[in-house]
């Protein structure tokens, strides 16, 4: 059964936060920091106790990397809903990449093709991701809380082919139907459900490391949110760098959470990717963030105290 492969430890991603102070005199300081940081870059690169980064082949991109070892994690489980405690294993997800893989090149769409992904943390969220990128799409993860006045507007500026969205955001669908670029819509649950179920496959495509992968946007505090791109070659460096730091401490009877929401850039690599690709069951939070749930996924998966983000500055 689930449970009965549910593992007993459990390690909280850390929360890092960096915050800028908007006092006089802070844009000062950060121009000096940045100034001694240059100076001081090849001293500390020469100190680093960290082994440089292995070659990333030019063929390589994120789905062929974080889907390596899946035949070997087969009925492992992958992904876990600490809200409902829904899991699919590596052998499902490997299934589901396959077939909605196939799926979307059966529309037509093309590599270099926009995908937006709108949803809440959703146990099919990695399988629209790796699906999409295996066919040399870019996928661009939406704020699932956006107005569709806002969605409307970044699906606008990036050009979207495609919109994946959840049931719980009806926005996107009323955004999508107001950008001319959107010319397919599909909606999660019983709709990609049966989309997954198909045992369909589709031929590899070549991918490059240099296309851009993933198309995250600002959250627009100082003004219109802008895109970032990053390729497969920026996100697969990312995680080759956390091996050192972060892959040494979790061991073969750990299970990870993070609470964080899968659309943010944080929470996706360092911890959706990072720990599919090492076999680390992920455990996120589906719903509402609240203290209570929580608390009560924690307590249920028998975890030990979160480390705290860091408190905001003084106002």
Not at 81 to 93: V, W
Not at 120 to 139: C, M, S
Not at 147 to 154: F, G, P, S
Not at 155 to 178: F, H, K, T, W, Y
Request: charged fraction near 15%; charge should be negative; hydrophobic fraction near 40%.
């Amino acid at each position: 059964s689930n449970s009965a492969m549910r593992l007993s430890r459990l390690r909280l991603l850390p929360a890092r936060h960096l915050s800028l102070s908007s006092k006089p005199g802070a844009c000062h300081l950060l121009r000096t920091a940045g100034t001694r940081m240059q100076h001081s870059a090849a001293e500390s690169y020469a100190a680093s106790t960290y082994p440089p980064l292995p070659p990333i082949a030019q063929s390589e991109h994120i789905a062929s990397m974080v889907m390596r070892e899946w035949t070997t994690f087969g009925e492992q489980p992958a992904i876990i809903d600490g809200t409902t405690g829904a899991t699919r294993t590596y052998a499902e997800l490997t299934a589901g990449v396959d077939a909605l893989a196939a799926h979307l090149a059966g529309l037509g769409l093309t590599p270099g093709q926009l995908v937006a992904l709108v949803s809440p943390n959703d146990l099919d969220y990695a399988t629209v991701l790796l699906a999409a990128l295996k066919l040399g799409l870019t996928v661009s993860p939406m704020n699932p809380t956006l107005t569709a006045d806002e969605m409307e507007v970044q699906l606008r500026d990036a050009n979207i082919a495609m919109v994946v969205g959840s049931p719980l955001c009806p926005q996107a669908l009323e955004a999508a139907a107001r950008v001319a670029s959107v010319r397919q819509v599909l909606s999660l649950g019983p709709e990609l459900g049966e989309i997954l179920s198909s045992g369909q496959s589709v031929p590899t495509r070549p991918v490059c490391a240099d296309d851009v992968a993933i198309l995250p946007y600002s959250s627009g505090t100082t003004g219109t949110p802008k895109g970032t791109m990053l390729s497969h070659r920026n996100i697969i460096a990312n995680l080759l760098q956390l091996v050192p730091p972060d892959g040494a401490f979790y061991a073969a009877d750990e299970v990870v959470l993070g609470p964080g929401p899968m659309f943010h850039i944080y929470p996706l690599t360092v911890g959706l990717l990072f720990h599919l690709w090492r076999g680390t069951p992920y455990v996120y939070m589906s719903g509402p963030f609240s203290v209570a749930a929580f608390c009560s996924v924690v307590a249920g998966e028998r975890a030990a105290p979160p480390p705290p983000a860091p408190p905001p500055g003084p106002p």
